[in-house]
T-cell receptor, first 112, second 113 residues
Framework: DAGVTQSPTHLIKTRGQQVTLRCSPI?????VSWYQQVLGQGPQFIFQ???????GRGNFPDRFSARQFPNYSSELNVNALLLGDSALYLC???????????FGPGTRLTVL | AQSVTQLDSQVPVFEEAPVELRCNYS??????LFWYVQYPNQGLQLLLK??????LVKGINGFEAEFNKSQTSFHLRKPSVHISDTAEYFC???????????FGQGTRLTINP
């Protein structure tokens, strides 16, 4: 079975622009979580979606938003990009709300 | 609020030597504990997890960890490391019934020949 997939793998944007990152969970997984990993730090929780509903939100500004589709794939949107948004964005899926999370390879976002 | 402290940012060891990566956590409730490994330019791979039961947990690639509730620690060990173990290692905690993972800052393990 395919693992968690994310697209694109790399992205370069300029300050003020908007970006959309995509994630496809492992087949059968209904929960998707998003994390931001700034260089040299551990990942930080942004959102969790389960059965298309937001079930958790980390300490991120309203410029960050996400949604989950009927096929359980997910998008993370970031508006009005700042230099500090440059990071690796990781998506993780699990079969239910509390089980082990499986991580994708991430999307490397660079904001210039 | 939960937090995780990885006591060493970098750990250099020689090949075939034993290694211990230290992790302490704080939480007001019962927790699940995890160790993840991240190879360069890749996502996170689960090494092992503690959910309940035996405090000694065995994982992949010969790693093991021991949950110590009184010391709020979950140190990762391997008796003999290989060059291929060179990576960043992250300790993480989550509350029972929740999925949000709180990660430590990571420990960079470097294996010297």
């Amino acid at each position: 079975d395919a693992g968690v997939t994310q697209s694109p793998t790399h992205l370069i944007k300029t300050r003020g622009q908007q970006v959309t990152l995509r994630c496809s969970p492992i087949s059968g997984h209904k929960s998707v979580s998003w994390y931001q990993q700034v260089l040299g730090q551990g990942p930080q929780f942004i959102f969790q979606y389960y059965e298309k509903e937001e079930r958790g939100r980390g300490n991120f500004p309203d410029r960050f938003s996400a949604r989950q589709f009927p096929n359980y794939s997910s998008e993370l949107n970031v508006n009005a990009l700042l230099l500090g948004d440059s990071a690796l964005y990781l998506c993780a899926s699990s079969s239910n709300q509390v089980n082990e999370q499986f991580f994708g390879p991430g999307t490397r976002l660079t904001v210039l | 609020a939960q937090s995780v402290t990885q006591l060493d940012s970098q750990v250099p060891v020689f090949e075939e030597a034993p290694v211990e990566l230290r992790c302490n956590y704080s939480s007001s409730v019962s927790v699940y504990l995890f160790w993840y490994v991240q190879y360069p330019n890749q996502g996170l791979q689960l090494l092992l997890k503690y959910l309940s039961g035996s405090t000694l947990v065995k994982g992949i690639n010969g790693f093991e960890a021991e949950f110590n509730k009184s010391q709020t620690s979950f140190h990762l060990r391997k008796p003999s490391v290989h060059i291929s173990d060179t990576a960043e290692y992250f300790c993480a905690v989550s509350d029972w019934g929740a999925q949000k993972l709180v990660f430590g800052q990571g420990t960079r393990l470097t294996i010297n020949p």
